[in-house]
């Protein structure tokens, strides 16, 4: 069996190059990018596109998920409904690496209009190079995943 390295990519429309810019940094450095668009620059409605790629990632067909929209709130916020995902926003790296090592994020969302292209993609490599550290940190996850119903 082959290691899942699919990371589900969508966003709105405030944040389709930059969603684009992530998709071929991580395709170059060995994850396979599922990226379910939207293409057109029109404007769009982040709820839909965050819970497209939240389910790829709470059904297992993705490990990871990076949204993206104007600021990254709207788009986490929809994704967090989807249960077994945990998103965070982030625009700085070290957020980025805790939310993997004590939170066991799923997702990231980045906003667009909030960070620029090269800080993104450090923010991306921090978010898929971290690793859950469990211990004390499982029991309190398993407190969120509880508060889900
Ligand atoms: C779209 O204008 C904007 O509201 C959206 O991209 C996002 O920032 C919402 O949270």
């Known amino acids: 069996m082959t290691a899942n390295n699919r990371v589900a990519l969508s966003s709105d429309h405030a944040a389709i190059e930059l969603r684009q810019a992530i998709a071929a940094h991580i395709a170059a450095h060995g994850w396979e990018p599922v990226d ?25 067909d993705c ?7 104007g600021t990254g709130q709207g788009i986490m916020m929809a994704a967090n409904k989807v249960k077994g995902v945990r998103c965070g926003v982030c625009s700085d790296t070290f957020s980025a690496r805790m939310i993997r090592q004590h939170n066991d ?18 923010i991306v490599d921090s978010f898929l190079h971290a690793q859950f550290e469990g211990g004390r940190h499982a029991t309190r996850v398993e407190m969120i995943e509880a508060l889900e119903g």
């Open 36 to 60: 379910i668009g939207p293409t057109s620059p029109e404007s769009t409605h982040y709820p839909q596109h965050g819970q497209a790629a939240a389910r790829l990632v709470a059904s297992g």
């Open 105 to 122: 994020a799923n997702m990231l969302s980045i906003g667009a209009r909030v960070v620029g292209e090269g800080l993104a993609l450090d």
């Open 63 to 69: 490990r990871l998920g990076i949204i993206l929209c």
